[in-house]
Nanobody, 124 residues
Framework: QVQLVESGGGLVQAGGSLRISCVVS????????MGWFRQAPGEERDVVAG????????YYADSVKGRFTISRDNAKNTVYLQMNSLKPEDTAVYYC?????????????????WGQGTQVTVSS
């Protein structure tokens, strides 16, 4: 049974930074490509960033390019999302997801396992 648990969300002012984490248990994270998604109230759950199983390839949504960085530490079974220059429109619940593949996934239906989410709120 694979479980994903996010942490590190919170309230931050616009222009600030936050790092959120996702710990995988039940299987080694090196078996999975990983991704971060977000969902604001009344909106669809959209991809934010993804990283391949090796960590050698990444993907970013246009809205976060240059501001967010996804990384993984397979020894710690953890994937991170470093978020800089945060904007109020980044406010959402952020979800971690795992994909049984070598390759980065860029859509919701490509992922097999999901965490419960962590709230990120950016005040103006």
């Amino acid at each position: 049974q694979v479980q994903l648990v996010e942490s590190g969300g919170g309230l931050v002012q616009a222009g600030g930074s936050l790092r959120i984490s996702c710990v995988v248990s039940g299987r080694t994270i090196s078996d999975y490509a990983m991704g971060w998604f977000r969902q604001a109230p009344g909106e669809e759950r959209d991809v934010v960033a993804g990283i391949s199983r090796s960590g050698g390839s990444t993907y970013y949504a246009d809205s976060v390019k240059g501001r967010f960085t996804i990384s993984r530490d397979n020894a710690k079974n953890t994937v991170y999302l470093q978020m800089n220059s945060l904007k109020p429109e980044d406010t959402a619940v952020y979800y971690c997801a795992a994909r049984r593949s070598l390759l980065v996934g860029v859509s919701r239906n490509e992922y097999d396992y999901w965490g419960q989410g962590t709230q990120v709120t950016v005040s103006s």
